[in-house]
C-alpha cells in the first residue's frame, strides 16, 4: 500500500530556471538549456505520481475537490474542465511582477520572466 498519491497540476509542462533568463537575451544560454520536464521531476518511479497540464481554477475547501481548466494546446476531447479530489492541498503559485507604483512601466517595458520575454528581447536588441 501506498502512503500518498501525489498529484502535480500546473499550466506548464516544464520548470523554468529562471535566474539564467537574461543570458537567453544575449544569447549565452540557449532557452532550452533552461528547462526541466515537470515529469522528470516527480518523485518515485514513472506513473507513480500524475501530472496534469492544466490551470487550476478553483478550490472548494468544504468538497475538498480543486476545479481546473485544461487549456494546453493539446486537449483531449470533452476534457477542458474537470475535477481531482484531495485529502491534502499544497498551493504554490507565481508573483506578478512588480512595477512598485512607477506610472508608464507597465506599457513600455517588456518584463523577463519567461522564456517568450527573453526572446523578446532577444530580438529586440
Avoid: M
Avoid at 38 to 46: F, I, M, N, Q, S
Avoid at 68 to 97: I, K
Avoid at 111 to 120: C, G, M, P, T
Amino acid at each position: 500500500p501506498k502512503l500518498y498519491d501525489l498529484v502535480v497540476v500546473s499550466p506548464r509542462n516544464y520548470f523554468l530556471n529562471t535566474p539564467l533568463l537574461p543570458g537567453i537575451t544575449v544569447g549565452t544560454v540557449e532557452a532550452r538549456s533552461l528547462v526541466q520536464p515537470v515529469r522528470a521531476l516527480l518523485p518515485g518511479k514513472p506513473g507513480e505520481a500524475r501530472f496534469y497540464e492544466a490551470a487550476a481554477t478553483a478550490v472548494d475547501p468544504k468538497s475538498r475537490i480543486v476545479q481546473c481548466r485544461d487549456d494546453s494546446e493539446v486537449v483531449a476531447e470533452g476534457a477542458q474542465q474537470f475535477t481531482l479530489p484531495y485529502d491534502r492541498l499544497v498551493v504554490a503559485v507565481g508573483a506578478p511582477c512588480n512595477t512598485f507604483g512607477t506610472p508608464g512601466v507597465r506599457e513600455h517595458t517588456t518584463f523577463l520572466k519567461e522564456i517568450q520575454d527573453a526572446l523578446v528581447i532577444r530580438r529586440t536588441i
